[in-house]
């Protein structure tokens, strides 16, 4: 190309590599057409950096400071901008003041630094999100395994009362599943800590025991994060209600009861005299803004009509939805973790 001998006119295909992380930055690339994607290879994989569209320019840090190269630039479209070039004794930034030279290079180095934390966060983070995908993906798998290797192990206790023994139970999930016993144990003790399936102990021997009705827990549950995953009830997974509210919504279930109401079914509740007599009933201070949460979630519906509001809610189907919640918040390290198990207790 005529006129400056250090510019140059270059085409790429998309996934052809522009500049590469750890070579020299003894040029930099002025995007005229196309996408150029910033990528940074780290001990986790390759993380995706940035997208750079025309008019941006690419490689600009090592450039301004002479370091190697941070990151990669590859096209991600076909791809046309002039290549600058400083290898030939001629730097563009030998001609400016020393202090604005000064003030770029510093500027190149802390923006470098910037770019090296955020790929670091972002590498921290997918590892994280795979492990605890993984967790909440192997939690469905214990819990379908479980409702069929159940009975092979049925014991009956005086009064026909029919239990699994929790050992035998773990032992033979994970024969089937080969996740391991200490990470077979590990999410059935979330399972149990945040009251989604009920240990007792066997008079017996004074070993740990499930009740079969629990295995009704385990089907529900892995239904609950198949459907959420698959897009129905994705809304309720991905919710955000505070402790100090799912203790209040809790309370629904025991109000129900106390006022003599089926808990298999749903129930419409007029809405004030619940608040009048929520925390005689339920040792639990009522809390608008715990109900009004739970609405917006779809765990409960608030019926208007005039001046008489009502609450509309199947009480079994509201704790095991919010113990289910709670389960695959506390797999994916939710940070209210002690809160949760103090709510289970």
Wanted: net charge neutral; with cysteine.
């Amino acid at each position: 190309m005529k006129g400056n001998p250090m510019e140059t006119l270059k085409h790429f295909q998309p996934g052809e590599i522009i500049f590469r992380q750890n070579e020299v930055g003894n040029a930099l690339f002025v995007v005229r057409e196309g996408q150029v994607e910033i990528v940074k290879k780290t001990d986790q994989g390759e993380v995706f950096l940035t997208l750079q569209n025309p008019g941006e320019i690419v490689g600009l840090l090592s450039f301004f400071n002479g370091a190697n190269r941070l990151a990669s630039a590859r096209a991600r479209t076909e791809v046309e901008g002039l290549l600058i070039e400083k290898d030939k004794g001629q730097d563009p930034l030998s001609n400016l003041p020393g202090w604005i030279q000064l003030v770029l290079k510093e500027f190149a180095l802390r923006l470098g630094q910037s770019n090296d934390q955020i790929a670091t966060l972002q590498s921290e983070r997918a590892a994280i999100l795979e492990k605890t995908m993984n967790r909440l993906s192997m939690s469905v798998q214990i819990s379908d395994t479980a409702c069929e290797v159940y009975k092979l192990i049925i014991k009956k206790l005086d009064g026909n009362k029919e239990i699994v023994m929790v050992e035998p139970l773990l032992e033979l999930i994970d024969k089937c599943l080969g996740y391991g016993p200490e990470m077979t144990k590990e999410i059935f003790a979330v399972f149990t800590n945040l009251g989604m399936v009920k240990v007792e102990i066997n008079p017996d021997n004074n070993l740990e025991m499930l009740a079969t009705s629990n295995i009704a827990r385990f089907k529900w549950y892995s239904e609950f994060i198949r459907s959420a995953k698959a897009g129905k009830n994705r809304k309720l997974l991905q919710s955000e209600i505070p402790f100090r509210y799912r203790k209040v919504i809790y309370g629904l279930r025991d109000y129900v009861q106390k006022t003599k109401g089926d808990i298999q079914k749903s129930n419409s509740v007029d809405y004030d005299l619940l608040l009048l007599n929520f925390e005689k009933l339920t040792k639990i201070k009522p809390d608008p803004a715990a109900f009004e949460a739970a609405a917006k979630a779809g765990i409960i519906e608030i019926k208007k009509t005039g001046d008489l509001s009502s609450l509309i809610f199947n009480p079994t189907q509201l704790v095991r939805t919010l113990i289910a919640i709670n389960v695959a918040k506390r797999l994916r390290s939710d940070p209210n973790i002690k809160d949760d198990e103090e709510s289970a207790s």
